[in-house]
């Protein structure tokens, strides 16, 4: 299902809420964990604790991602902040977890590659449809499950798995690579159908 376009200015609202509250921490906390989760995923032996600890950060930080986005739009606090650094958050910590992943030998490249590919083709998209036409693409239900899917596979490969739970890993990410690179077209056929004679803000 394609995501309606929201009009740039619709955001303008938020500027006068405080910076400083509870979903903006959240997600600054979420931030700050990435370099901790890399830096434990690369350099710390693969032992059972270990990955239990570093699957319990990822799951956390992505809890994060669910709650704070809630409380910024039932206390009405949402922040020009929160807009910019919420899908930076979410990227950075599933984009670092699938890039040490990778480096580890545990997960394809091939597939790490279509994500982050797929990140970096809708950020530009977006930063064009917003010169173009003062509009923002936000995520739809296609985003959210993409999201999703990518949060559940990342973590069965986070986690010491054997036998036929660790053959879950490859179907489920499969399942999300499909969705990333389906959610990816959808943003493409949207900036497609944008009006070319919008003025640009």
């Known amino acids: 299902m394609t995501a309606p376009l929201l009009d740039r200015t619709a955001l303008d609202g938020p500027a006068a809420v405080p910076v400083v509250n509870l ?5 600054l906390g979420r931030l700050l964990v990435v370099p901790v989760f890399a830096v434990l995923l690369l350099t710390a032996e693969a032992q059972d604790g270990v990955r239990l600890v570093l699957w319990a950060l990822f799951t956390a930080a992505c809890l994060t991602d669910v709650v704070d986005g809630r409380i910024a739009r039932s206390r009405g606090q949402v922040t020009d902040f929160g807009i910019l650094a919420d899908p930076i958050a979410d990227k950075a910590l599933v984009g670092s977890a699938l890039v040490g992943l990778s480096l580890l030998g545990e997960l394809p490249w091939w597939a790490t590659a279509v994500v982050l590919g797929r990140e970096v083709g809708v950020t530009l998209l977006r930063a064009w449809a917003v ?3 003062a ?6 239900r296609g985003g959210k499950a993409k999201a999703l899917t990518q949060n559940i596979a990342v973590a069965l490969y986070l986690l010491p798995l054997s036998g036929l739970l660790a053959d879950l890993r ?4 499969l399942v999300a690579v499909v969705a990333t690179v389906w959610t990816g077209v959808d943003y493409l056929l949207q900036a497609l159908r944008l009006p070319r004679t919008a003025t640009v803000r």
């Open 23 to 27: 979903p903006n921490a959240l997600t």
């Open 131 to 133: 010169r173009r036409c």
């Open 135 to 140: 509009e923002v693409m936000p995520a739809g």
């Open 170 to 173: 490859m179907p489920v990410l």
